[in-house]
T-cell receptor, first 112, second 119 residues
Framework: NAGVTQTPKFQVLKTGQSMTLQCAQD?????MSWYRQDPGMGLRLIHY???????DQGEVPNGYNVSRSTTEDFPLRLLSAAPSQTSVYFC???????????FGEGSWLTVV | AQKVTQAQTEISVVEKEDVTLDCVYE???????LFWYKQPPSGELVFLIR??????QNEISGRYSWNFQKSTSSFNFTITASQVVDSAVYFC????????????????FGPGTSLSVIP
């Protein structure tokens, strides 16, 4: 009963480094997304996908890249890490419009 | 424009007290969905409830109850006889229904209410 699995849980990066946050879901959900959570700002949408091969930008896409080659996986790439990207990242999935969104456990990222 | 307001930033109650978390939303759509999520100190986001705009019935689940009032655009959450395990940040969220399948139902989250239940 894995649900949404994201890795790593904790990561420290140096400014300028790149990395990929992995996300996988086993619920056959079409919709997947990445959010970031910052103090006092709730959750903000970074990128989303409505199916394999289809991705689009959310509210705060700059500095991030995504791809969706399979239904199950939706990795988030930080191209050149900046301190402003220090945040908690959540991967999420759902069956579609208006359906319940299920979240991964979160990834705590610090950029120094 | 879509907006979710949770005016209570932090609430502290003594164990066994009842507490209500407020959520006010704004939307121009007639079809939309409302959610509540719980984020305990461990950090994960736990789904609590989903409600569509056509169902105004209040819901009760154990010590939790939700009051949906379209007339005041509110979807308030009440915890009865609070317990220490209820200490968490609670998020209210709004999703508008789009007609096109390729359009993502952009879920807007409120800023959250931090609830502390003191033993």
């Amino acid at each position: 009963n894995a649900g949404v699995t994201q890795t790593p849980k904790f990561q420290v990066l140096k400014t300028g480094q790149s990395m990929t946050l992995q996300c996988a879901q086993d619920m056959n959900h079409e919709y997947m997304s990445w959010y970031r959570q910052d103090p006092g700002m709730g959750l903000r949408l970074i990128h989303y996908s409505v199916g394999a091969g289809i991705t689009d930008q959310g509210e705060v896409p700059n500095g991030y890249n995504v791809s969706r080659s399979t239904t199950e996986d939706f990795p988030l790439r930080l191209l050149s890490a900046a301190p402003s990207q220090t945040s908690v990242y959540f991967c999420a999935s759902s069956y579609g419009q208006g359906n319940t969104i299920y979240f991964g456990e979160g990834s705590w990222l610090t950029v120094v | 424009a879509q907006k979710v307001t949770q005016a209570q930033t932090e609430i502290s109650v003594v164990e066994k007290e009842d507490v209500t978390l407020d959520c006010v939303y704004e939307t121009r759509d007639t079809t939309y969905y409302l959610f509540w999520y719980k984020q305990p100190p461990s950090g994960e986001l736990v789904f609590l409830i989903r409600r569509n705009s056509f169902d105004e019935q209040n819901e009760i689940s154990g010590r939790y109850s939700w009051n949906f009032q379209k007339s005041t655009s509110s979807f308030n959450f009440t915890i009865t006889a609070s317990q220490v395990v209820d200490s968490a940040v609670y998020f209210c969220a709004l999703s508008e229904a789009y007609v096109m399948k390729t359009s993502y139902d952009k879920v807007i989250f409120g800023p959250g209410t931090s609830l502390s239940v003191i033993p």
